[in-house]
């Protein structure tokens, strides 16, 4: 950030040093007094890639941070996706003796616990850590009922069917979907806007998608396509 | 129309039109060997009845060949005890001493290099494709028991189809002649380009709508195709795809259907040895040669899922076993405002979290990871080492218990 903002302050004094001194221009740029420092040297490099090895090194079985003086296996794996294969303990079937072998840790725990090692460096990030699901921003809305109600009769149905054919501008799916209480894709179930309006509304996306450019039109194109293949498990 | 046929009907008239006058003589004497008695015709010069053009001065025979050996369609089966290819496959396959070289050499001519079917492999290999099917879906039943039935079918295909079988094969070693005859050597894999020939290796019916499955594309159902097609879920070819195939053979040249026609050729040798296999030595030995050759190649199920809308079927999954409602988080992410931002999305069932995946958007990541989500729970296994109902066919197994089966499919499709 801050190379980039003195780079057009430098450059014209460079330009002025080298043209007014008469000795080797190298010299003159080295004892400039320049905000944008390069690392030149190999002494600061080799000081800026002197990265202390992970805490996992050291947590021996005293948690201490001197390395380990016996043999011992150190399993760090690097960080990777979670297996498909691996069945989360809620899909085990009742039967299955991993649920039952797991059941005392489920019971004070959950999946999503991550487990730190106890040692007095990360003592502090598990008081932040995140120690349940809800702590986790949610994407979209949060289902805040179990089961759906179930409250519509059939006299609403045919109401919500009377209203969507008399006016379907007006009662859009939203629009009776928020009267009625319940989803966009139950009112769709229920009921089908009259033809002349599904053409209205055919005829104005046409129109939409006949403004677009071919960059909008190929980007558009192109994220169909990359969707068919994450749902091909292609990416 | 019920494609699998039993026996071998009307195949004498048949073979006695499509062969010269010589050979259908010879084809009379013409015998089995692996039958008990084997009468040992010993060569002697050709004589003017069976002399098919070659001049044996110019060109003489690499090996001494039993009389009208030239005229027959495949070698005659005494000739497989001098066939060095024959002998070093029978080794390297560590196959039983009770399994004869002569029907070793009969598993590898093909139904379009010899159409008598007591000469050419299609019993064994029915015998072969039966016990494969059979082993293969029991144990992917019993080791990944919640399994959609069309990847079950992929799966099915993955293992035990044409195209891993004629791998097989093809790893073995088998190498195949150039044209089917009696003078080749009885170790390489004959089979025609000319004509697809009528082995019919396994079940299934055509179906009326066939020609519309294909070219109109009409529903073609995972329930019917359980019912009607093969045991892969895929159509059974018609005669008249047949013609066609075996017309378009002749006019081209190393087309897509010669090579399906090698592909098959190549598979049902494959399963004819294990037919073989099984009439001579038993069952154990037939099954311990499918597990170490068909069973042991690696499959990845996990890649052969497809979905069409993820989180809907989440969703009904999550209703359907009484779980809380799926609901997408955000455990991280990273450059949200840059260029190629990571986002990590956890898609949670109440306290417990069913699947987690990255991608370079939230709804990428969100649907990636409901499908993750789904691919746990349909490859759920109770071990990598499951018990299959044909393990008790053995004298001392032990008492059996039940395998899990799961209630169905959440989407019928």
């Known amino acids: 950030m801050e190379a980039i903002a003195t780079r057009p302050v430098l450059l014209p004094c460079c330009r002025r040093a080298v043209t007014a001194s008469s000795g080797p221009s190298r010299l003159v740029l080295n004892t400039l007094p320049s905000g944008a420092r390069q690392k030149s040297s190999a002494a600061r490099t080799r000081r800026a890639l002197r990265i202390p090895p992970h805490p996992s090194f050291f947590a021996g079985p005293d948690g201490g941070t001197a390395r380990p003086t016996t043999d011992e296996i150190i399993f760090n794996p690097p960080s990777s996706e979670p297996s498909v294969y691996h069945t989360p303990f809620k899909f085990l079937p009742k039967t299955d003796p991993r649920r039952r072998a797991n059941l005392t840790s489920e019971l004070l725990a959950s999946s999503t616990t991550i487990q730190y090692p106890s040692s007095s460096s990360s003592s502090s990030s598990t008081a932040t850590a995140p120690k349940s699901p809800e702590d986790f921003p949610a994407l979209g809305r949060v289902p805040t009922q179990d089961k759906p109600p179930h409250h519509l009769t059939k006299a609403d149905i045919e109401e919500m069917r009377r209203l969507r054919a008399e006016d379907p501008v007006t009662n859009s799916v939203q629009t009776l979907a928020r009267r009625f209480g319940c989803s966009k894709l139950f009112v769709l179930m229920c009921c089908q806007a009259p033809p002349e309006h599904r053409a209205r509304v055919q005829a104005e996306l046409e129109a939409t998608q006949a403004r677009w450019g071919p960059r909008r039109r190929a980007a558009r194109e192109e994220r169909a396509r990359r969707f068919a293949m994450l749902f091909n498990g292609e990416l | ?413």
């Open chain 2, 1 to 413: 129309m019920l494609l699998a046929r039993p026996g071998a009907p009307s195949a004498p008239t048949r073979r006695a039109a499509l062969r010269p006058a010589a050979a259908s003589r010879c084809a009379a004497v013409r015998n089995q060997s692996t039958t008990a008695a084997v009468p040992q015709i010993p060569p002697v010069e050709d004589d003017a009845d069976d002399y098919d053009g070659t001049d044996h001065v110019r060109f003489p025979p690499l090996e001494k060949l039993p009389p009208r050996a030239t005229s027959l369609p495949s070698p005659p089966p005494q000739r497989a005890l001098e066939s060095a290819k024959l002998a070093a496959l029978h080794a390297r396959l560590s196959l039983p001493e009770k399994l004869p070289l002569q029907t070793l050499a009969r598993a590898l001519v093909d139904s379009s290099a010899d159409e008598n079917p007591q000469f050419n492999n299609t019993n064994l290999a029915f015998v072969g494709q039966a016990l494969i099917n059979y082993q293969v879906s029991e144990w992917l039943m019993c080791r990944y028991p919640r399994l959609p039935m069309n990847v079950l079918f992929a799966a099915m295909k993955g293992y035990a189809g044409q195209q891993s079988l004629h791998q097989v094969a093809r790893s073995w070693g088998i190498e195949h002649a150039a044209a089917p005859g009696g003078e080749v050597d009885p170790g390489l894999l004959q089979f025609s380009l000319h004509k697809p020939g009528d082995a019919i290796v396994g079940f299934g019916y055509t179906r009326a709508e066939h020609e519309n499955v294909l070219k109109r594309n009409w529903r073609h159902g995972i329930a019917s195709r359980v019912v009607f097609d093969d045991d892969f879920g895929e159509l059974v070819h018609t005669d008249e795809e047949l013609a066609q195939m075996s017309r378009r053979a002749d006019t081209e040249y190393g087309n897509k259907l010669t090579r399906a026609l090698a592909e098959r050729a190549y598979a049902n040798c494959a399963r004819a040895v294990v037919g073989a296999l099984y009439a001579h030595a038993g069952r154990e030995p037939a099954r311990a040669f499918v597990r170490a050759h068909v069973l042991s190649r690696t499959l990845d199920v996990a890649r052969l899922f497809g979905f069409k809308n993820p989180t809907r079927e989440l969703r009904m999954l999550c209703a359907r076993e009484d779980f809380e409602p799926p609901v997408a988080r955000l455990l991280s992410e990273t450059g949200r405002a840059s260029r190629t931002p990571v986002f990590v999305v956890g898609i949670f069932s109440g306290r417990d979290k069913l699947g987690e995946a990255a991608g370079p958007s939230l709804e990428h990541a969100r649907t990636k990871a409901a499908m993750n989500a789904l691919k746990a729970w349909y490859l759920y296994s109770p071990g990598e080492h499951v018990r299959v109902p044909s393990d008790m066919l053995a004298e001392d197994a032990r008492p059996w218990e039940p395998a899990y089966i799961d209630i169905g499919e959440i989407i019928g499709r």
